[in-house]
T-cell receptor
Framework: DADVTQTPRNRITKTGKRIMLECSQTKGHDRMYWYRQDPGLGLRLIYYSFDVKDINKGEISDGYSVSRQAQAKFSLSLESAIPNQTALYFC????????????????FGEGSRLTVL | AQSVTQLGSHVSVSEGALVLLRCNYS??????LFWYVQYPNQGLQLLLKYTSAATLVKGINGFEAEFKKSETSFHLTKPSAHMSDAAEYFCAVSERNTDKLIFGTGTRLQVFP
């Protein structure tokens, strides 16, 4: 089983609909992230959470909200989807310990492809 | 502010040829640097990372990268391309003591027989 699991993997929806993308992890990491990938733009950070009570905006948070339900779960919501939110969304986790073996590394889910018509 | 520039959105090589994917970074403090690979319909997988140990970093699948502070570069190389190397490659930078990564725009590698 994957360490970072995203659901759904694919979703087609209509403009104005509310959409939730879910992420769960079994790595035991405190830190979780949501990125968006668009062709030619790379990955851009939407929101990140360093623990259940610590949630922060990334560079493109407008139109999105998040919820950290537990250490292992981090969901991304689009309250009213619009076509330019059509993208591939990635959840990631990290284990931040200075000089630890995984220092700085992000572990990614397989992505959720969202199409807004 | 940190940033990453990947030169060339597409690179094509013949099987067996040298692979060179370019990455330059901007950071006001010594950075951590990463290369990730994304195969079709998959998430990102770490290829290698530089976190202040040896400047020549060896990764998986025969890839390596060299941190050159004077050139602010972290180019990815592989001596001999294989068909299975066809993928998109992302360079990323983060400040030390933080794991907020800033990604480049990616380079798609095509390998021809």
């Amino acid at each position: 089983d994957a360490d970072v699991t995203q659901t759904p993997r694919n979703r087609i929806t209509k403009t104005g609909k509310r959409i939730m993308l879910e992420c769960s992890q079994t790595k035991g990491h405190d830190r979780m992230y949501w990125y968006r990938q668009d062709p030619g733009l790379g990955l851009r950070l939407i929101y990140y959470s360093f623990d259940v009570k610590d949630i922060n905006k990334g560079e493109i948070s407008d139109g999105y909200s998040v919820s950290r339900q537990a250490q292992a779960k981090f969901s991304l919501s689009l309250e009213s989807a619009i076509p330019n939110q059509t993208a591939l969304y990635f959840c990631a986790t990290s284990d931040f310990r200075i000089a630890g073996p995984d220092t700085g590394e992000l572990f990614f889910g397989e992505g959720s492809r969202l199409t807004v018509l | 502010a940190q940033s990453v520039t990947q030169l060339g959105s597409h690179v094509s090589v013949s099987e067996g040829a040298l692979v060179l994917l370019r990455c330059n970074y901007s950071s006001s403090v010594p950075p951590y640097l990463f290369w990730y690979v994304q195969y079709p319909n998959q998430g990102l997988q770490l290829l290698l990372k530089y976190t202040s140990a040896a400047t020549l970093v060896k990764g998986i699948n025969g890839f390596e990268a060299e941190f050159k502070k004077s050139e602010t570069s972290f180019h990815l190389t592989k001596p001999s391309a294989h068909m299975s190397d066809a993928a998109e490659y992302f360079c990323a930078v983060s400040e030390r003591n933080t794991d907020k990564l800033i990604f480049g725009t990616g380079t798609r590698l095509q390998v021809f027989p």
